[in-house]
Each structure stands twice: as structure tokens, then as C-alpha cells.
């Protein structure tokens, strides 16, 4: 049987809920989900050390218990089992119950370690389907915990969006199949630097949250405080806590209980379908999370009918990240503007406001409000104090982080001097003047990939031997094959048949006549965009359109998965303003706001490339790099020579160089450094000139 990490409940490992200063957006969606597992799970996006992960461990122990099937590894309910249970047929009167789990999903998982897998040795021999439970089938009924999720593995995602979809777990290896039921409430972390979700996936997260650090001082005393009392004392500490977190998962219940019996009258549809209409989302889940999450918020407070304030509170944490229209639009929801969408319709003549149910004075948890911190916490002598007050026995400890990134942390490159608002130059101390271009619209980008078939992460660029793709050939499995290649098993199992006293019709197999499939799919790469931004590229307005052809290509690099950096020269000097990352978001806000101006360093850019791939690779071997240089060749801070020098350092490096030269004189310097370095030549109107397409460039590895 399988064993699942779950999520402890020893109260001397288990940092309690309530006791997480702050955070009360993100209380409040927890609380809704577990008042309402229809509401479709929570999306956690924010910086590191901000008590993420603390919280959603948290939660677990504040979840109703669950009646189970005894012995079921699916965790069926016994008041209505599922008829295509693998543990099935069972009996009635075998119920019992087991605490909610909260099931955790590594982001280095396999495809059989989440779905289950089936023992192929047994059923090619035997006809058997012994069929081993994967983490989704832990999940079930339960909670579904990916940190970092933006780091997932494509196909794990697709596994997870079939499962969020249809409820629904389906394995199937070489003809076998088996399924079994799979709901259950996801919820995810991540820190938007390191990059962002597919849109199907993020579409499938009911609420999303945004958490920071506080920049209170007191508030992030009193976090530091309670962490060190319960690093010093985590039983005490736990124990100080019990009080308010059993009084938290009461009221979840009693919610949880009166949440069917929650009225939805027509006036507060209307406000929904105009909210979400006038926030421009696609489809129609938004209207729906909306809806299920304003019924929640309602039974949480004690209401038997859904008011405006639930339908602002729920739209609030449901519509953020629908309204995103690419990966450079920052999330967010304009307050005001909801609003007035919601001063649109009239409420009905039975909407009169109801006061709120029993317990919300004083009560653990967030303020159902959004207020900054629930009322009251344990004081050394039982009695309450408010946060920020007195600590619990033995000082105060918090869940989140009190460290405050320092400047220029995370990469960020120092403020330019002398830089203005777009497009009005400014005077710098080194006599020349600079300006920030606005770029042009963006447009559709050329594929650029890597020659040769590489073994990077699964990704949409370049080829590469995958997990999934197709099957070119077979090979012998290094440890328990994930799936099986039939008929090259059957050809090695074949000339040993007479040697194991088969005499019937059939194979005998063995372990080792076991062969595996080899797959080719695609992988990911490392897109490398070293930008001149020197005073000779805002000639003719030439910045405009190299920003819009570099948003282009991060824009293409964030489709197809790849990890990204961008360094740019100018003056005397290139900087690395941002490390390769998976976040493109980060990228497009440096280059937006990147100035121009200056001499231009052609080789310090070249070998600043050249140290930033010799580290990465250093990192990462597996995944390739793709150089893009976008420059007119010029080189007015060094000579030409030099930079041809440098460019030797970038021998073997899969390269493209886009020339930015216009007008009717043109030196070909370009051209020439792109001939040192063995690289193609784009036209800087051809690179995203081209709509549509898609060309490969096929060179010797």
C-alpha cells in the first residue's frame, strides 16, 4: 500500500495558523476553499520567506474530518462509493474516519509517481492489473499541495489539468488501463521571479493571492518574535495556540454546514456577470468561482443570503489573474473600478443586510472583512491581547520571513542616472545624453533552436530526448521502467524461450528482457539576449523597434518554457541586468525601462556572455544555450579587433546575430562579427516580420 507524505498534526512540528501574523487576504481565500471545496483551490504568488508554505501546511489540521471506506486506498466516501473503485467492489458498514490530508507534490515528481502506476512485469506475465496508487489518488477528497508549482514539469501539468477537469485519474500503460476518482482541492505557491504558469493551468486555480513582506516595522518584530518562541518551545507554543485554532476549525465547520443553505438571489448574479464582464475575463469559470466563493464568504459570516460585500470579497481574490491578457501584464484588480461595476445594479427589494452570524466578534483567523489581523490572541494569563501586543507564553513567532530584500537583490540592475520618463532624454554626468525608447507593438517572433538533439528540460524549442514525444527506439530500462516498449521486449525475451522450458503458446518473460521506449520530444533552452544599447542604436528610432523585437522573443521563450537573460552594453561597460531565470515578466520590465545612450562596448558584451554561459553551464549542464545578439556592430568603446577576439570565446555556442544596421550605406560589421562567431544573420525587420514562421536551423552539432 502506498505510503503519502501528509502534513503533520503533532502539535510540537505544526506551526499554527492563527498564530501567522498578517496575511489576511490569504486566510481568507484558505478559509473559503475549506468552507468550500467548490470554490477550486488557491494560487499563492509572492516574494520568498513570506510564510507561503507555513500557512498551507497549516490549514490541514483546521479541515473537517473525512469518512472513508476502511482499507480503501482511494478513499472512497461509504455513503457513495465509487462503482470503478480499483479496491472495489465494497461492502456497506466498513466506513470510518481519518483526518483531511494534505498530499504534496515535489516538483521533480514523475509521471508515475503522481498518476500511480501499474506493475508491468506481473500484468504481461500473469494478466493482472496490480495497479500502485499514485499522489493523486492521496489527494483525493483532500488537498493537493504543489510548491513552486510554477517550476512543474509540463506533462505533471497536463496530468494535474485532466485530473482538475474531470475528477477523474486515468493510467493507462500499453493497452492496460485503470481509473479511480481524484477531487480534490489544489493549491500552489510560487514566486513570480522564477516565472510564470501556463494560462490553463493558472485558469484552473479558483482564487489567487498576493503576499509581500510587511514594511511594518512592528509587524515584522512581532513575526520574528513568535518564530524564536516556537523554534524554542514548539509543543508550548503549539499549546498556547490550541485554543484559538479549535475555535477556528469549529467555525470552518459550522460554515462548511450551513453553506447548501446559502440563497444566491438574482441581484447578486447580476453584480458577478457585470463584474466579470466589465473586467473583460475569458469564459465563463470566472463568473462561476465568483459565485461559489460570494456563497462561501456568506456562510463564513453567518449569512443566509450572498450580499454586494460577498461579491466584492470573492471578486476581489477570483478575478486577478483572469484579467491577464499576456505574460507582461502585471496582476491586479482595479478596487475602484469593481466598485462601480458594482454600484451598477440595484439591490433587490429582500437584500436588506444581514448582521453577522455568531462568532465573528473575537474571532481566529482573518477579519471576514480583509482586515490586517484577527481580533484577539492568548495572553501569559489566558486572556487576549491584540496583535502586535502581548505575546503568547514565551515571546511570539510568526510564519513568515522578517528579512527585507536589500537593493538590487533578485538582480535588479541599479537606477540608471540620468534616466526620465520615456522617450525625453536627460543629461548624464559623462556629458553624452541618454533616453528610454517606448517599444513598438509586439509581434510574432522567428523559432529560432539549437542543432543537434539535446537531453535538457522538456520544453517547445529544440529536439531533445524526453519523456514524452515520439518513440524512435527502445532501450534497456535503468532501474523499474516507466512504461514498455512491447515489441522490443518480445524480440529480447524470444531467443530464450527453449532455455525456460516454455513448450506453450506465449512468452516467458523475465525481468531483464524488459526494454523501454526511447522518446524525442522537445526541450527547453537557455536564450541568452545580449542587447547593444548604445547611443548609435537610437539612431532613426531604432531602439523602438530592437526593444519590440527582444519583447517578442522573451515572449516566445516564456511559450516554449525556456530560461532567459538579458545583458546589455553601453558607455564603458555591460551588465548582466538580468540573470537567466524562468521569468520572463522580469525581463520585459527591464528592457522597458532600459535607457540608451553612450559608446559602445561590442566586447565587453561578448565576454560578459561568454562568463554568464561558462557559469549556467556550470549550473545546468543538460540545458543548451542559444545566443541572440542584437547589435549594428559597431564598436566605438574598444576596436572591432577586440570584439572578433571575444567572440572566439563563444566558439561552439549556438548563435544569432540580429543587425540592427539601416540606411543606404551600410559597413556589414554585423555580418562580419556574425561570420566569427558561425552564427546566422536576421535582419532586424525580418525577425518578427514574418508571422507564422516556424524554421529550424539545421546545422552540424
Keep these: 500500500m502506498t505510503t503519502f507524505k501528509e502534513t503533520p498534526t503533532v502539535p510540537d512540528t505544526?506551526?499554527?495558523?492563527?498564530?501567522?501574523?498578517?496575511?489576511?487576504?490569504?486566510?481568507?481565500?484558505?478559509?473559503l476553499n475549506a468552507v468550500s471545496p467548490r470554490v477550486g483551490g488557491v494560487l499563492v504568488r509572492g516574494e520568498k520567506g513570506t510564510a507561503k508554505s507555513t500557512i498551507v501546511r497549516a490549514l490541514a489540521a483546521l479541515l473537517p474530518p473525512v469518512e472513508v471506506v476502511r482499507g480503501c486506498r482511494f478513499s472512497c466516501d461509504p455513503a457513495a462509493p465509487d462503482p470503478g473503485c480499483p479496491d472495489g467492489p465494497h461492502e456497506a458498514g466498513t466506513g470510518g474516519s481519518r483526518p483531511a490530508r494534505l498530499v504534496e507534490l515535489p516538483v521533480g515528481a514523475s509521471e508515475d509517481r503522481l498518476a500511480g502506476s501499474l506493475d508491468i512485469e506481473r500484468a504481461l506475465t500473469?494478466?493482472?492489473?496490480?495497479?500502485?496508487?499514485?499522489?493523486?489518488?492521496?489527494?483525493?477528497?483532500?488537498?493537493?499541495?504543489?510548491?513552486?508549482?510554477?517550476?512543474?514539469?509540463?506533462?505533471?501539468?497536463?496530468?494535474?489539468?485532466?485530473?482538475?477537469?474531470?475528477?477523474?485519474?486515468?493510467?493507462?500503460?500499453?493497452?492496460?488501463?485503470?481509473?479511480?476518482?481524484?477531487?480534490?482541492?489544489?493549491?500552489?505557491?510560487?514566486?513570480?521571479?522564477?516565472?510564470?504558469?501556463?494560462?490553463?493551468?493558472?485558469?484552473?486555480?479558483?482564487?489567487t493571492v498576493e503576499v509581500r513582506a510587511s514594511r511594518d516595522p512592528a509587524e515584522r518584530a512581532e513575526v520574528v518574535r513568535r518564530r524564536l518562541a516556537f523554534e524554542a518551545g514548539p509543543a508550548a507554543f503549539a499549546e498556547a495556540w490550541a485554543g484559538r485554532e479549535a475555535e477556528l476549525a469549529a467555525r470552518i465547520a459550522g460554515a462548511r454546514a450551513r453553506v447548501a443553505d446559502v440563497v444566491l438571489p438574482d441581484s447578486a448574479l447580476r453584480r458577478i456577470a457585470t463584474v466579470c464582464a466589465g473586467f473583460d475575463v475569458d469564459g465563463l469559470r470566472a463568473d462561476l468561482v465568483t459565485a461559489n466563493a460570494a456563497i462561501a464568504h456568506a456562510a463564513w459570516r453567518g449569512r443566509?443570503?450572498?450580499?454586494?460585500?460577498?461579491?466584492?470579497?470573492?471578486?476581489?481574490?477570483?478575478?486577478?489573474?483572469?484579467?491577464?491578457?499576456?505574460?507582461?501584464?502585471?496582476?491586479?484588480?482595479?478596487?475602484?473600478?469593481?466598485?462601480?461595476?458594482?454600484?451598477?445594479?440595484?439591490?433587490?427589494?429582500?437584500?436588506?443586510?444581514?448582521?453577522?452570524?455568531?462568532?465573528?466578534?473575537?474571532?481566529?483567523?482573518p477579519a471576514a472583512d480583509g482586515a490586517a489581523e484577527a481580533s484577539a490572541e492568548p495572553g501569559a494569563d489566558g486572556a487576549s491581547s491584540a496583535a502586535g501586543g502581548a505575546p503568547p507564553p514565551g515571546g511570539a513567532g510568526g510564519g513568515s520571513s522578517a528579512s527585507d530584500p536589500a537593493p538590487g537583490e533578485h538582480g535588479d540592475p541599479p537606477a540608471a542616472a540620468g534616466s526620465g520618463p520615456a522617450g525625453r532624454p536627460q543629461e548624464t554626468g559623462g556629458g553624452h545624453r541618454e533616453q528610454v525608447a517606448e517599444a513598438d507593438p509586439l509581434r510574432r517572433a522567428r523559432l529560432f533552436t539549437v542543432p543537434g538533439v539535446g537531453a535538457g528540460a522538456p520544453g517547445r524549442r529544440s529536439r531533445a530526448r524526453t519523456p514524452l514525444g515520439r518513440t524512435i527506439g527502445a532501450r534497456v530500462p535503468d532501474g523499474r521502467p516507466g512504461s514498455v516498449h512491447l515489441a522490443a521486449t518480445a524480440l529480447a525475451a524470444a531467443p530464450y524461450q527453449r532455455e525456460r522450458g516454455r513448450t506453450g503458446p506465449g512468452l516467458l518473460l523475465r525481468r531483464d528482457d524488459l526494454r523501454e521506449p526511447v522518446r524525442e520530444g522537445r526541450e527547453g533552452n537557455l536564450v541568452l539576449l545580449v542587447v547593444d544599447a548604445s547611443g548609435s542604436m537610437t539612431a532613426r528610432k531604432r531602439m523602438s523597434a530592437?526593444?519590440?523585437?527582444?519583447?517578442?522573443?522573451?515572449?516566445?521563450?516564456?511559450?516554449?518554457?525556456?530560461?532567459?537573460?538579458?545583458?546589455?552594453?553601453?558607455?564603458?561597460?555591460?551588465?548582466?541586468?538580468?540573470?537567466?531565470?524562468?521569468?520572463?515578466?522580469?525581463?520585459?520590465?527591464?528592457?522597458?525601462?532600459?535607457?540608451?545612450?553612450?559608446?559602445?562596448?561590442?566586447?565587453?558584451?561578448?565576454?560578459?556572455?561568454?562568463?554568464v554561459l561558462r557559469t549556467e553551464r556550470l549550473r545546468d549542464p543538460a540545458r543548451r544555450p542559444l545566443l541572440v545578439l542584437v547589435t549594428d556592430g559597431r564598436a566605438t568603446s574598444g576596436t572591432v579587433e577586440e570584439a572578433h577576439r571575444a567572440a572566439g570565446l563563444l566558439a561552439g555556442v549556438a548563435s544569432v546575430v540580429v543587425d540592427c544596421e539601416s540606411g543606404h550605406v551600410r559597413l556589414g560589421l554585423a555580418r562580419s562579427l556574425a561570420r566569427r562567431l558561425g552564427a546566422e544573420t536576421v535582419r532586424l525587420d525580418d525577425l518578427t516580420g514574418l508571422a507564422g514562421l516556424i524554421r529550424e536551423r539545421r546545422t552540424a552539432a
Design 14 to 31: 505544526r506551526y499554527p495558523f492563527t498564530a501567522v501574523v498578517g496575511l489576511a487576504d490569504l486566510k481568507l481565500a484558505m478559509i
Design 304 to 365: 443566509t443570503r450572498v450580499t454586494a460585500e460577498d461579491v466584492r470579497e470573492a471578486a476581489r481574490l477570483a478575478l486577478p489573474h483572469r484579467r491577464r491578457r499576456d505574460p507582461f501584464d502585471a496582476p491586479g484588480l482595479d478596487e475602484a473600478r469593481l466598485d462601480d461595476l458594482l454600484a451598477q445594479v440595484p439591490d433587490d427589494p429582500d437584500d436588506d443586510p444581514e448582521g453577522d452570524g455568531p462568532g465573528d466578534g473575537g474571532s481566529p483567523g
Design 126 to 207: 500473469e494478466g493482472v492489473k496490480a495497479f500502485e496508487p499514485g499522489l493523486l489518488a492521496g489527494a483525493h477528497r483532500g488537498v493537493l499541495y504543489v510548491d513552486e508549482v510554477n517550476l512543474l514539469h509540463d506533462h505533471l501539468v497536463d496530468l494535474l489539468l485532466d485530473a482538475a477537469a474531470l475528477g477523474t485519474c486515468y493510467v493507462e500503460r500499453e493497452g492496460v488501463s485503470v481509473r479511480h476518482a481524484a477531487r480534490f482541492l489544489l493549491v500552489g505557491t510560487m514566486n513570480p521571479e522564477e516565472g510564470e504558469l501556463r494560462p490553463q493551468l493558472l485558469d484552473r486555480f479558483g482564487l
Design 546 to 611: 530592437v526593444k519590440s523585437a527582444v519583447l517578442s522573443l522573451l515572449l516566445d521563450a516564456y511559450q516554449r518554457r525556456d530560461k532567459v537573460g538579458l545583458i546589455t552594453f553601453r558607455g564603458a561597460r555591460a551588465d548582466l541586468v538580468l540573470p537567466p531565470t524562468s521569468s520572463v515578466e522580469a525581463g520585459a520590465a527591464r528592457l522597458r525601462e532600459l535607457p540608451t545612450g553612450g559608446r559602445t562596448p561590442l566586447a565587453a558584451g561578448l565576454l560578459r556572455a561568454a562568463g
